[in-house]
């Protein structure tokens, strides 16, 4: 019955080793749920060094001081969503025994768990807050276009939601690419993956939309900045007139390159635009660079707020270590120290995994995995330092 799903099946590719155990779908599956955790933990360990991070993104408070906290709220949707992923994932390899007509026969299983998925997040779900799951869907569907709410209705939130979605940017690619091939006639969702499914346009646009919400955010605040200066007739102390906000809009802009020159080497033929092999590779590395460097640059002297990069005088003072800054909740300087080291080694290593031409090669399947989960792992950490940076700059 599962293995009629698509007559083609049997034509397939043999399947590389690792989509044997862990097809695509199920990878964009246990990424997801994987990150809700991770939220889960960061809000925790947040919360124990007295970071108020649902006042910090204007999240709705507990009505009772018999709720639960926000952390075992997430908890249990993680929970909730991890229960289903393990039992139609053992159920998938029960049925399939490692067999690759068997894998690309009962996609199926996975992609009801997508939908699972989809519909707990919509969906009413027990000891879910009814105005926290209205909350997350109304920031959602704002953000989805680039929107950015005003301080006071929950700006950092906004912020702090689409730049977490710039991990998952190659995550939603593989979702789109799962559901372009499951409703193929040709292709199996769960066979190998067909990263010309939709043709050469719509993956690297899939990939582009989280980078081109947050460069939308940085636009409107520039704007917004600009509006305030007219208003008051002078140009304000604490936002400037706004350039900081076009730094950061090009930071953003600086993902595009990579993932154009990305797909242009995935063409059949890439010298129909006119450069060479070795020549596209050369420009996309170039782009891989400015973009790595840009955004480890940022993360640490902007989101963190750190001084490693300011002058020598800065970086240099008896009160507070080296390159680190005079406020801060974590005590340990170890902690922001491994956390640089961390942040820079996996910026470049995820500029690298932007680039869909990687994904050409089958036996490549896993290390793109370990490499999503490993984006997802910088992005937890990142997290923590960015919402105690916050903390400090409106409530210390």
């Not at 408070?61 to 018999?66: A, E, L």
């Not at 906004?158 to 979605?165: C, E």
């Not at 995995?369 to 997802?376: P, T, W």
Request: charged share 15%; aromatic share 14%; proline share 6%.
């Amino acid at each position: 019955m599962g293995t009629s799903v698509h007559g083609d099946t049997a034509d397939e590719p043999e399947l590389d080793s690792f989509s044997r155990v862990l097809p695509l779908p199920y990878r964009v599956a246990l990424i997801i749920v994987l990150g809700i955790w991770a939220w889960g933990l960061n809000l925790h360990y947040l919360s124990v060094v007295r970071i108020d991070v649902p006042s910090l993104i204007r999240y709705p408070s507990r009505s009772s001081p018999h709720h639960p906290p926000h952390h075992l709220s997430c908890y249990r949707i993680a929970i909730l969503l991890s229960i289903p992923l393990a039992f139609f994932l053992l159920l998938f390899w029960a049925l399939t025994s490692g067999s690759p007509r068997d894998v690309a026969g009962w996609e199926i299983l996975p992609n009801i768990y997508l939908l699972i998925l989809v519909v707990g997040f919509i969906a009413p779900i027990p000891f879910v807050s009814r105005n926290g799951r209205s909350r997350t869907l109304a920031t959602l569907k704002r953000i989805s276009i680039g929107g950015l709410a005003e301080a006071q209705d929950g700006k950092f939130g906004d912020i702090l939601l689409a730049d977490a979605l710039t991990s998952y940017a190659k995550v939603l690619g593989d979702l789109f690419i799962s559901l372009c091939m499951f409703i193929s006639s040709k292709h199996s969702s769960t066979g190998p993956p067909n990263r010309n499914c939709g043709g050469g346009f719509w993956v690297p646009f899939v990939i582009s939309i989280p980078s081109l919400i947050r460069l939308r955010q940085c636009l409107i605040e520039y704007f917004r900045v600009q509006a305030a200066n007219r208003r008051t007739g002078q140009i304000s102390p604490t936002t400037g007139w706004g350039a900081v906000h076009l730094a950061n809009a090009l930071k953003y802009s600086t993902a595009f390159p990579v993932i154009i020159l990305s797909a242009m080497q995935r063409s059949p033929d890439p010298s129909k635009y006119g450069l060479s092999e070795a020549s596209l590779f050369r420009l996309w590395l170039a782009a891989v660079v400015v973009n790595s460097g840009y955004s480890f640059y940022w993360d640490v002297a902007r989101d963190w707020d750190l001084t490693l990069f300011s002058s020598r005088r800065e970086r240099q003072t008896p009160e507070y270590p080296y390159g680190l800054r005079r406020h801060r909740f974590f005590h340990a300087k170890e902690l922001y120290y491994a956390a640089i080291v961390i942040d820079g080694v996996l910026r470049c290593t995820w500029s690298i995994k932007l680039s869909p031409h990687l994904d050409h090669f089958n036996d490549l399947e896993g290390g793109i995995f370990l490499m999503q989960v490993l984006e997802v792992f910088r992005r937890w950490i990142w997290i923590f330092f960015r919402v105690e940076t916050e903390w400090g700059k409106c409530c210390f």
